[in-house]
C-alpha cells in the first residue's frame, strides 16, 4: 500500500510516499524548514505545502516529536507550548482534507526498525529508545506496539530523565562518552527494574556511537544499536497510518 508519511522534527518536517509492504520510499523526500515559532496553524500550513507537493489524496502518516493521545498533543515538548490540548490529527485534516495519522516519533521509528531493521522478528518485550534532543521510546510486546510511551519522562532529580541523559546534554554539558554513559547506566537500570524489557535497540543520533558508552551500561538485557534504515521516521509513520495505529 502507498501512504504519505511524514516525519515532523524540531528542525524539518520531511515526506516521502512510502510503500508500506517493502518500506522503501518510492518517491524523492521532500523536506520544509520547521516554521519558528512552530505554533499549530504554521505547522499545518507546512503540512499543507507537503501535501501539495506530493499532489496527495490519501491516507497520511505523520509522526510528531511529543506526547499524544489518539492524535491530541499532551505537551509542546520541545516544539511549542500552544500545541497542548491542540487535536493535531483533525487540524491537519481540516487544513488539507485528508485523514491522518498521528503517531509519536519516536514510535514511528521504533516502528520501521521492528519491521525492516535491527528489530525483526523480536519476540517478547522489547524497548526502543531513541537518543537525541531528548529520549524517545517505542516499546513492542510481540512485535506490536504499544503506543505513546514516554520512557525519557521518568523523572530523576525532579526533573525528566532526557534533560539529564539525552545525547544533546552529553553535547550542551560537554560530557566524554563514558561520563555521560554513567548517567544512561543510571537511566536503564531504572528501565529495567521497572519494565524490564527482553531487548533494548538504541536509536537516534547516539545509536551509530553506542560502543563508546555501552560498557558503562550494566544491566543483563541485551542492547543493540538501530539499523536506523534511511528515514525510519517517515517510514514508520506511513506503517502506523497503514495499520491505524492511533
Ligand atoms: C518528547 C517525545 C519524543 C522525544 C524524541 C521528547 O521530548 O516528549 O514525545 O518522542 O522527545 O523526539
Known amino acids: 500500500m502507498e501512504v504519505l508519511g511524514i516525519d515532523i522534527g524540531g528542525t524539518g518536517i520531511k515526506g516521502a510516499i512510502v510503500d508500506t509492504l ?45 506526547p499524544l493521545s489518539h492524535g491530541k498533543c499532551l505537551s509542546g515538548s520541545n516544539l511549542h507550548p500552544s500545541l497542548k490540548g491542540v487535536q493535531i490529527d483533525d487540524l491537519f485534516k481540516k487544513k488539507t482534507g485528508l485523514d491522518f495519522t498521528l503517531v509519536n516519533d519516536a514510535d514511528a521509528a521504533a516502528e520501521a526498525e521492528m519491521h525492516f531493521g535491527a528489530g525483526k522478528g523480536k519476540q517478547g518485550l522489547v524497548a526502543v529508545i531513541t537518543l537525541g534532543t531528548g529520549i524517545g521510546s517505542g516499546l513492542f510486546f510481540n512485535g506490536k506496539l ?22 544533546s546534554i552529553k553535547r550542551s554539558e560537554n560530557l566524554s562518552y563514558s ?44 542492547i543493540i544499536p538501530a539499523e536506523n534504515k534511511n528515514e525510519a521516521g517517515i517510514i514508520g509513520a506511513a506503517i502506523a497510518a497503514a495499520e491505524g495505529i492511533k
Open 22 to 66: 517493502t518500506g522503501e520510499l518510492v518517491t524523492e523526500r521532500f523536506r520544509i524548514d520547521t516554521p519558528k515559532p512552530a505554533k499549530p496553524e504554521a505547522i499545518a500550513e507546512t503540512i499543507k505545502n507537503i501535501v501539495d507537493h506530493f499532489n496527495w489524496k490519501g491516507i497520511v502518516g505523520c509522526g510528531f516529536p511529543t
Open 179 to 222: 561520563r555521560w554513559g554513567k548517567r544512561l547506566n543510571k537511566y536503564f537500570q531504572h528501565i529495567n527494574l521497572i519494565l524490564p524489557p527482553d531487548l533494548i535497540i538504541i536509536g537516534g543520533g547516539a545509536s551509530k556511537k553506542l560502543h563508546k558508552y555501552k560498557d558503562q551500561i550494566d544491566i543483563e538485557t541485551p
Open 146 to 167: 504499544i503506543p505513546n510511551t514516554e520512557l525519557g519522562h521518568l523523572t530523576y532529580k525532579n526533573e525528566a530523565f532526557e534533560k539529564y541523559a539525552a545525547y
